[in-house]
């Protein structure tokens, strides 16, 4: 038996991955998350007001997503809800999330292998094409830069936020500096849409060189957007069926009666099915159990998928895609949130703190992240991270299959099987900081 | 014709968080400035090539991060420690008390993969660094000034100087508030909120943004260059002092408040590294 070893790179941390061969025949494709911190145990004995400022470190990408949510498992425990300004002020952050992660996954980590280059920043020998990639490349940190100035905006600090408190958030928005970042909101929109549309326009070309949108079997989708208007400061969470059932519906207390977890001795991330099936978070997943985005300029791109795609739609290139509907999106519904005055009204609540158990929920852009607290005296007695990138895990081994399978043969491994295997695991945008935390 | 080159830099990424890197992203001028060589965050190399400056982010977790570190310091002309991780530990630090370090080895062997060491370590403890840009993260304004250092860069001494809040001398809260929550006055310290904020031993470069909008300051940084090469119990007293004089919390719910998990992820690792059995790190090598 060979196994065949593929470092990995252009994703969130450290992984690779293994294919293991007998006489032309895929046995295993694994997965390997290679570094860990271990979260769930170093915050047992923390203060659990704390929380919110330790477990953004969790993840430099998902930050966000990790605040808002500790914040809300925080509040459910103490049985209290934020007032609706704080509300709208998360769901900026959440947004501001959004807008950095698509474009890092879009532009930094996907864009090479459709460009066919080690890195966006990689310095080409021809003049010409180096100028017309440099470029690309201004273009697409200038639009990634709006989301963590977004954060900076509504969360304080750039990487790990800080306004999300128990109860609602430290502060309002000044009119004056909401009202100058829509502007460049606006103005950065169109630069957003042609970025995307060259993405879309190299994205087919591929396709049209390898031969296949990253064909595979439909899978259940999560998510925890809503139907008609996707909140990511969301509230529950939906599967739908790999037949496109929609959906059954469930809240992050009760996840444990509905999603298998089990542990793996060759990753130090664990797995996740739906009651024993595959399962797709992420991008894809959203878009497939969303019936529309609600804004103009996103919804036209919906249209597109839909048209040549159908519904739902199941091939994995499509995951890269939706983000860039989504890119597009929290971009313009942002511009449209800051039109509104974000000083009127309360910005949180008085609370009693309490000991007890809570859940907090929020979409994070790979998908579903519930943090789940037991607290006792005060302090944290026992944490847990449901994080979207182990949901995927069983569904990145399975493409990774269809992919082995398609360029191994009994005479000889085709060397486009490197690329393939970094397209495929790049499509669901792990994050191993995250899935092993 | 000759064409300059540009320097070339490399980031490796050892146990962390990536927010260092996205961080870098932001600092977007290095594009026309720099050839970025290595960074598996955003390139497809596996190795790092020779280069004149080596940015290294997150701490020494497993036995990988150990042999890649010193694979890597190798072919660097100028290596910079960058984040609290790297310098000293940061939030994995969480996870070298002694109950949390048994959980962690009662969890079962993998296979084939990186084995973790017994605790978290910085780099300095294995390799020798030439310049420290504390921040978790660090600003993507201070990531330009340690790949330029200009010569006329200077961070302001603490973050009090950078963040513009007002301090007054005749309100003074009885008891800490907690570490967040509850509406923040505008434009009034968060000292005199009740807040525990050590901005005013932290090290500023950083332009206050955590405590501008209203969130009390954790010491990101580090401490100021006025407290970097003591250890930690000068630190602590510096912080006790300004309570004193601006607040009447009792000192005895300052000191455990002080003592929390919160605080010792960045600020008490700085300077207990410095106080134990390694010497200070030197004021002139931190940005």
Known sequence: ?437 | MTTIQPPRFAVLQLSGCAGCEVSLLNAGEWIDRFDLAFMPLVTSAYDVPEVDILLISGGVRSDEDLHNLRQAVKRAKKIVAVGTCAISGGVTNLGNRDEVRQLFLSQSERHNLPRMLPKSQPVDVFVDVDLYLPGCPPTPELFMAALLEPPDFKASANVCQECGRQKLMDVKPTHLVGMAGGQVAPDICLINQGYLCVGSSTRGGCRALCTRPGHPCVGCRGPSNALIEKDSSTWLESIQRVFKSMTNIPPEELREALLSPQMALFLFQFSDYAGGDRPARSKDKVL
């Open chain 1, 1 to 437: 038996m060979t196994t065949l070893t593929f470092p990995l790179s252009r994703i969130e941390g450290h992984a690779r991955v293994e294919i293991e061969v007998q006489d032309g025949r895929v046995i295993s494709t694994r997965f390997q998350a290679m570094e860990k911190r271990g979260f769930n145990l170093m915050v047992t004995g923390v203060p659990a007001d704390q929380m919110p400022v330790i477990v953004p470190r969790i993840c430099g990408v998902c930050s966000t997503a990790h605040h808002v949510a500790s914040v809300k498992a925080l509040e459910n425990a103490y049985g209290i809800q934020p007032p609706p300004l704080a509300n709208q002020i998360r769901e900026l952050l959440l947004l501001g999330q959004l807008i950095q992660n698509q474009a890092t996954s879009l532009f930094i980590f996907t864009m090479p292998d459709r460009l066919g280059v080690e890195s966006l920043f990689h310095v080409d020998a021809e003049e010409a094409k180096k100028e017309t990639q440099f470029d690309i490349a201004r273009r697409a940190l200038m639009v990634r830069q709006l989301g963590t100035d977004l954060i900076t905006l509504a969360g304080g600090q750039f990487i790990h936020p800080v306004k999300a408190v128990v109860g609602g958030v430290s502060s309002g928005i000044d009119p004056g500096r909401a009202a100058a970042f829509q502007q460049r909101l606006q103005a950065a929109l169109p630069t957003a849409c042609e970025l995307v549309d060259y993405y879309w326009e190299i994205s087919t070309r591929m396709k049209d060189r390898i031969g296949t949108w990253g064909d595979d079997q439909p899978a259940y989708y999560i998510a925890s957007t809503e139907r008609d208007d996707p909140r990511y400061n969301s509230s529950i969470i939906r599967v739908m069926t790999p037949a496109g059932e929609c959906c059954r519906e469930f809240t992050a207390d009760t996840f444990r009666e509905e999603l298998i977890f089990e542990d793996t001795d060759y990753s130090y991330a664990g797995r996740t099915s739906y009651q024993g099936g595959v399962i797709r978070a992420n991008s894809l997943a959203r878009a497939n159990m969303t019936r529309r985005m609600g804004i103009r300029r996103a919804d036209a791109y919906m249209r597109r998928l839909r048209s040549e795609f159908g519904h739902p739609a199941h091939p994995i290139l499509l995951f890269d895609l939706c983000r860039g509907i989504e890119l597009v999106y929290a971009i313009e519904l942002a511009s449209q949130l800051l039109e509104e005055d974000f000083t009127k009204g309360e910005v949180d609540m008085p609370y009693n703190p309490r000991d007890g158990e809570g859940w907090g929920l929020v979409e994070a852009p790979r998908g579903p992240l519930i943090h789940h607290y037991v607290i006792e005296k005060g302090k944290i007695a026992m944490g847990e991270f449901i994080i979207p990138t182990v949901h995927n895990m069983l569904a990145i081994e399975r493409a990774l299959r269809v992919a082995a399978e398609r360029y191994i043969t009994t005479d000889s491994v085709n060397l486009e099987l490197e690329k393939a295997v970094g397209r495929v695991v790049r499509a669901f945008d792990p994050c191993i900081a995250c899935a092993t935390h």
